[in-house]
């Protein structure tokens, strides 16, 4: 049997960066097929990724594995004990060669390639540096204006605590609570539509930013499974209305279809 090429080494190795990488690029494909939206896309991907990126790693590089181990046994069936170790030998030396391949194809492929048609599909945001004007400072100029007007002509935006949402309910007004990731893309999406449209949002609205990656209690007690999800309460701090996405339209739906 002739012995392994570069070519196969290559091959092995794009094939396990590919599996690697399909914590992002499955999302993608869905997209492209219209089998689903760039919403759900990009709720999948963070999940994805955030969650199971080390298992998609594992699993590439477990292919590699399962790959050469393949070859060195269909390579030493019948062979002697020193062939066997010349063969060995040899595989471990292009096993070495396919991991650093490996690593090098997976970089390039997810945050080069998969990234760019994420943002061109709008399934990502585009890095900071990419963007004229960022997010970031959209938020930090729609925060000065509001600082600047009168508060009490529309609802707030503020961070959640026990004390604010007590206060809230106490005074008579309707409390939000958003699961909010710093992680997530379409939650900072969110998060900048609800302050570029703020004035749309009655007075008697406060929408608390909850940390979804550490109010355990808060999630358990509503039943809370994903970020960016959404939580009408009652006067006792009861769950009377919860949903997943949208922004700040989606938003005033949900309340105004009560």
């Known amino acids: 049997m002739k012995d392994l090429s570069k070519k196969d080494v290559l091959a092995v190795s794009s094939i396990g960066a590919l599996i690697a990488g399909l914590c992002c690029f499955s999302p993608l494909v869905l997209v492209l097929l219209g089998l689903a939206t760039t919403s759900f896309a990009t709720s999948l991907s963070t999940t994805f990724y955030e969650g199971y990126k080390w298992y998609f790693r594992l699993a590439g590089l477990a292919f590699i594995v399962f790959a050469y181990l393949y070859w060195y046994v ?74 600047e007007a009168d508060a009490a002509d529309f609802g707030q935006y503020t961070e959640y605590s026990q004390e604010a949402l007590d206060a809230t309910l106490s005074s008579g007004k309707e409390a939000v609570l958003f699961f909010h990731a710093p992680w997530c893309p379409t939650c900072r999406s969110a998060e900048e539509d609800i302050l570029v449209n703020i004035s749309s949002l009655p007075s008697s609205l406060v929408i608390f930013k909850t940390d979804f990656d550490s109010e355990d209690e808060l999630k358990n007690k509503y039943g809370i499974v994903t970020q960016h999800t959404f939580v009408l309460l009652d006067s006792d701090k009861n769950l009377s209305k919860s ?13 105004n279809s009560r």
């Open 74 to 147: 269909t390579r030493t069936r019948g062979c002697s004990l020193d062939v066997k170790a010349k063969v060995r030998k040899k595989m471990l030396n292009l096993f070495l060669l396919s991991v650093i391949s490996f690593v090098v194809i997976y970089v390039v492929w997810l945050y080069v390639i998969v990234e760019f048609w994420g943002v061109r599909l709008s399934i990502w945001e585009a890095p900071a540096w990419a963007t004229k004007i960022s997010k970031t400072e959209n938020v930090e100029a729609v925060d000065s204006q509001i600082l």
């Open 243 to 255: 949903w997943v996405g949208g922004e700040t339209e989606t938003l005033l739906d949900r309340l």
